[in-house]
Nanobody, 119 residues
Framework: QVQLVESGGGLVQAGGSLRLSCAASGSTFSINVFGWYRQAPGKQRELVATVNSSGYINYADSVKGRFTVSRDNAANTVSLQMNSLKTEDTAVYYC?????????????WGQGTQVTVSS
């Protein structure tokens, strides 16, 4: 079992910055992918940025050069530094991880945190 707790969402003006953090607890030994998804109103949930256990980072094209994901394995945390925010970044941001449990990979999601970017 893995529990994910997010923090750092809020309201920011376009061009500003915001940092999201997520802490994992429970059975974290087999965590592979660890990172962030988001879902905007009327849109499907999409990958923002993730890091796997080997350190490979995957960014959505729309955030490359603006967002930075950082994983701290010792602390079991992942952060998302968001710079040069745009109104189209407005969404609920979800922390995500997957982990091998017994005989299968399982997905875990945080509760979501709202990020609103105003013009």
């Amino acid at each position: 079992q893995v529990q994910l707790v997010e923090s750092g969402g809020g309201l920011v003006q376009a061009g500003g910055s915001l940092r999201l953090s997520c802490a994992a607890s429970g059975s974290t030994f087999s965590i592979n992918v660890f990172g962030w998804y988001r879902q905007a109103p009327g849109k499907q949930r999409e990958l923002v940025a993730t890091v796997n256990s080997s350190g490979y980072i995957n960014y959505a094209d729309s955030v490359k050069g603006r967002f930075t994901v950082s994983r701290d394995n010792a602390a079991n945390t992942v952060s998302l530094q968001m710079n040069s925010l745009k109104t189209e970044d407005t969404a609920v941001y979800y922390c995500y991880t997957n982990s091998w449990v017994r005989v299968r990979w399982r997905d875990y999601w945080g509760q979501g945190t709202q990020v609103t970017v105003s013009s």
